[in-house]
């Protein structure tokens, strides 16, 4: 597959659509220039981004979610500064540290209903994976199996809620 210069490619935004798709609302923490969220709109009906930086393409985003029959909203924060928000799918993207992960996963996975994706959990290059696994350890297993788990290029975890 033919990557992209923001970690993914086309094997991932193929998973993504047969994945996400029909689903209602996917909160996607870390937004940067929101090469994900283009993908995420044409899955789900919302698309709410956290960052604590604007996108410069904001109004394209919102343009993009209109034409693909979706809603786009932004909100400026830090994402351990606001209030969860209930959701089928989180999409944890932000500073791939080990305590900011952690934290992330404490504060939001009671609000998900289905799926939490962990993006860049390459171990080699990120801390990701580490807060993902000390929560996944202490609580996230009793309510959360494992879905997907890959390494290529940034890598990408999927955890689905138990039945």
């Known amino acids: 597959p033919r990557n992209d210069p ?19 609302i996917l909160l996607e923490l870390g937004v940067a220039q ?15 981004g956290v960052d604590v930086t604007v996108p410069t393409n904001l109004d394209e985003k919102e343009q993009f979610a209109k034409e693909n029959n979706s809603q786009y909203h932004f909100i400026h924060s830090n994402d ?18 080990e ?3 952690y934290q992330e996963l404490k504060k939001y996975s009671s609000s998900v209903k289905t799926f939490i994706a962990l993006h860049d959990v390459n171990p080699y290059i990120f801390d990701t994976l580490k807060g993902f696994d000390r929560w996944y350890e202490e609580e996230g297993n009793q309510y959360w199996e494992e879905y997907h ?8 975890l999927v955890i689905k809620r138990k039945i």
């Open 34 to 48: 929101g090469q994900s969220s283009k993908i995420f709109l044409k899955c789900v009906n919302k698309v709410i």
């Open 6 to 24: 923001h970690g993914d490619n086309s094997k991932r935004e193929s998973f993504y659509l047969e994945t996400f798709f029909g689903y209602d």
């Open 149 to 156: 788990r890959d390494y290529d290029v940034c890598g990408l």
């Open 99 to 101: 305590e900011h992960t």
């Open 80 to 97: 351990l500064l606001i209030e969860p928000i209930e959701c089928d799918i989180l999409f944890i993207d932000t500073n791939h540290e």
